[in-house]
């Protein structure tokens, strides 16, 4: 494994930019500010402790953080009736989530 924190940071952004790309439509009105610091908070938390404590903790850490999307998408949408792909039925997901259903969506 390279010696660099470059490692970490490629990593970190890889998988966000992966999450964006194929679930990005569920945080469709998060506000962008809130995904940016989302994304830095990570890298500073994965960074520090990949520098200060152990890089394996970091990437186990990293790894793990991953266990929550994977029940979100896998378990708990499908069981309230929202498929956990696409989003789908928006209505449902929107009411979930709290939000307001775009006009052109209804």
Do not use: Q
Request: aromatic share 14%; charged share 20%; glycine share 6%.
């Amino acid at each position: 494994m390279p010696e660099t924190i470059w490692f970490e940071v490629a990593l970190v952004s890889i998988l966000y930019t992966l999450g964006h790309i194929f679930l990005g439509h569920f945080e469709a009105k998060t506000p962008k500010l809130r995904k940016f610091v989302k994304y830095i908070m990570t890298i500073v938390v994965v960074l520090c402790l990949s520098v200060f404590v152990d890089r394996r903790l970091a990437l186990i850490l990293l790894g793990v953080s991953l266990l929550p999307t994977i029940y979100i998408h896998c378990i708990l949408l499908p069981k309230k009736g929202i498929n956990g792909w696409t989003g789908e039925p928006k209505e449902k997901y929107y009411a979930y989530r709290g939000w307001e259903l775009p006009d052109e969506d209804r």
